[in-house]
């Protein structure tokens, strides 16, 4: 699953909540790594925007990754 911007990151979640802890933590993580990725991807071709939204969208999954392992 490709995560395109801030909202849909909060959409994933939000589909991602009903998943036992394990499974959820599994799926953000790949998530962030994906975006990382991405992120990677946007910086060779110079594209500041999608960079800046990628680190948005990895900022979201790691705060709620971190609450949740609270």
């Known amino acids: ?3 395109k911007n801030e909202e ?3 959409e994933m979640l939000d589909e991602w ?3 036992p802890g394990l499974a959820r933590k599994s799926r ?3 998530a962030i790594e ?3 990725l991405s992120s990677m991807y ?3 071709k110079e ?3 999608g960079v800046i939204r990628c680190e948005k969208c990895i900022l ?3 705060e709620h990754l971190a609450s949740f392992e609270d």
Do not use: F, G, P
């Open 42 to 44: 946007y910086e060779q």
């Open 34 to 36: 994906k975006l990382e």
């Open 8 to 10: 849909h990151a909060v």
């Open 47 to 49: 594209n500041d925007q």
């Open 60 to 62: 979201i999954l790691k």
């Open 28 to 30: 953000i993580k790949l």
């Open 1 to 3: 699953m490709e995560i």
């Open 17 to 19: 909540r009903h998943l």
